[in-house]
């Protein structure tokens, strides 16, 4: 599979591979740490979360991975589909403060 | 169960009007939000509810106006349109405060000309 940090706008994996998509978040009190999928014309969609004590967190043909030490969240999709189509934004939830904060987004682009 | 419904779902204006952009939702969640879209910016929270008759600034609020007078409606109000609030606004709910998962509108395109 691929990888690529948020400064990059777009990724394309072939079908079938293994999708890797990297955020760099900031604010080391977030209590978790988020992965939200958008299909075009389309509202967010909750994909999963990781709680800031943990370290991995595994859904249904995703992983997301927390490195505090980096400051590091990756999600990863396995066995990539053409319905993974969409762009995924990292998001963070301030806690306290009561913010769920979002990234810019990077798309993601399957290819038949 | 309808889920988060916003109406309308496009929208043009001219400078210097005022409109209300609706959101309702059926889910009796107590946390709703308010966002808006632009390329390359991702989602910026506008507005926050964490209750009814409970409201907050988020990063971009100025221009917009909202109130919560119900748990299940959360009105957007922007009250002297300009052409920087031309974006797809977004509106979302969760259960409550300290849940990462928010329920999303589908959106409504605004375009101030």
């Not at chain 2, 920087?84 to 849940?99: D, H, K, L, N, P």
Request: aromatic letters at 10%; a neutral charge; hydrophobic letters at 35%.
């Amino acid at each position: 599979g691929e990888s690529v940090g948020l400064h990059l706008p777009t990724l394309s994996v072939q079908e079938g591979d293994n999708s890797i998509i990297n955020c760099a978040y900031s604010n080391s009190a977030s209590d978790y740490f988020i992965w939200y999928k958008q299909e075009s014309g389309k509202g967010p969609q909750f994909i999963i979360d990781i709680r800031s004590n943990m370290d991995k967190r595994q859904g249904q043909r995703v992983t997301v991975l927390l490195n505090k030490t980096v400051k590091h969240l990756s999600l990863q999709i396995a066995a990539t589909q053409p319905g993974d189509s969409a762009v995924y934004f990292c998001a963070e939830w301030g806690g306290a403060n009561s913010k769920l904060t979002f990234g810019k987004g990077i798309t993601l682009s399957v290819r038949p | 169960n309808a889920g988060v419904t916003q109406t309308p779902k496009f929208q043009v204006l001219k400078t210097g009007q005022s409109m209300t952009l609706q959101c309702a939702q059926d889910m009796n969640h107590e946390y709703m939000s308010w966002y808006r879209q632009d390329p390359g910016m991702g989602l910026r929270l506008i507005h926050y509810s964490v209750g009814a008759g409970i409201t907050d600034q988020g990063e971009v609020p100025n221009g917009y106006n909202v109130s919560r007078s119900t748990t299940e409606d959360f009105p957007l109000r922007l009250l002297s349109a300009a052409p920087s609030q031309t974006s797809v606004y977004f509106c979302a709910s969760s259960y409550r405060t300290g849940v990462t998962e928010a329920f999303f509108g589908q959106g409504t395109r605004l375009t101030v000309v």
